[in-house]
């Protein structure tokens, strides 16, 4: 396994193996890898001949107020994480080779970025999609793997390769979790250890929501009260939102009658964590 920096490296690497005919899976991470990445390029290693994982903490995916300064980094732990996966390249580029002084192009979405994260962090779905967009464009992979952890995120992304006709395929992969539900996530390092224990209200809450469907209740409204009733009993919280939506479209909807998806971003502490799962009836 390889560790590149620059965008020359990876399309030299690339067109290598595209002239002996391999297959190329890509997993686009922002770093401090933990089982859930390691989910995701296990299964690219499995499904393609050749497998790139970057590691970029994308500046331009921030808001003013957010976590870029800290986001936390260990690139030896990351490359024998990948290493021991199979992962054949890591590109793990400086913010300098991705935006050049005279950067000026963006790709944005309208629709399914405005609500649940996109309120709360208006422009962060701009920054995924162009550096995702630059990503495909250097790595040109077969099939690119996506966490439905950050679900919003990977609906985004199968509606852009959709309506940009771009040449590849979009493989969704279930959330990995902690023994006690929580969702496993490299900011989860930020929690003390009071914070911690309080962060299991995420997966909790959800699981209720989810009983209380199981039963059979229809009432959106319901659901939602349910969800935040069991996240408010802890004290170390603050919502950001909890909402159910269309599944595909991710707008709101009032009754429980298609797929839907139920997600929740809420604050332990400073730490803004997210979860979610997709109900079908
Ligand atoms: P990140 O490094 O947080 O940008 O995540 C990179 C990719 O890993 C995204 O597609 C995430 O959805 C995915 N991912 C992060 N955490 C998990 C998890 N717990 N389970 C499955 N996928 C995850």
């Known amino acids: ?118 309120k709360s962090r208006p422009i962060h779905f701009r920054g995924v999609c162009t550096v995702v967009n630059k990503l495909f464009n250097i790595v040109q992979p077969d099939r690119a793997y996506f966490g439905q952890k950050d679900a919003q995120q990977l609906a985004v992304i199968k509606q852009m390769v959709k309506d940009l006709n771009m040449n590849l395929e979009i493989v969704g992969c279930p959330i990995i979790r902690e023994e006690d539900g929580l969702a496993k996530s490299s900011r989860n390092t930020y929690l003390s250890k009071e914070e911690r224990v309080a962060a299991r209200v995420l997966s909790q809450s959800l699981e209720e929501g989810r009983g209380r469907l199981e039963e059979g209740e229809t009432s959106v409204q319901v659901i939602r009260e349910i969800i935040r009733g069991c996240i408010e009993k802890e004290p170390l919280t603050k919502i950001d939102y909890v909402e159910i939506v269309d599944a595909k479209s991710l707008e709101p909807v009032e009754k429980v009658e298609k797929t839907i998806l139920i997600a929740i971003a809420v604050y332990i502490g400073k730490t803004r964590l997210i979860d979610n799962f997709t109900f079908e009836c």
Not at 43 to 71: C, H, K, T, W
């Open 1 to 118: 396994m390889k560790i590149v920096h620059t965008v020359q490296e990876v399309r030299e690497a690339v067109s290598a193996w595209r002239k002996e005919g391999l297959s190329i899976g890509f997993v686009p991470t922002m770093g401090y890898l933990h089982e859930g990445h390691q989910s995701l390029i296990q299964r690219a290693v499995e499904e393609n001949d050749q497998v790139v994982v970057s590691i970029f903490v994308n500046p331009m995916q921030f808001g003013p107020n957010e976590d870029l300064e800290s986001y936390p980094k260990d690139l030896e732990k990351d490359s024998l994480l990948c290493e021991k996966t199979g992962a054949t390249l890591i590109f793990n580029p400086q913010p300098e080779e991705m935006y050049t002084g005279d950067f000026c192009s963006f790709v944005d979405m309208t629709g399914l970025t405005k609500g649940l994260c996109g």
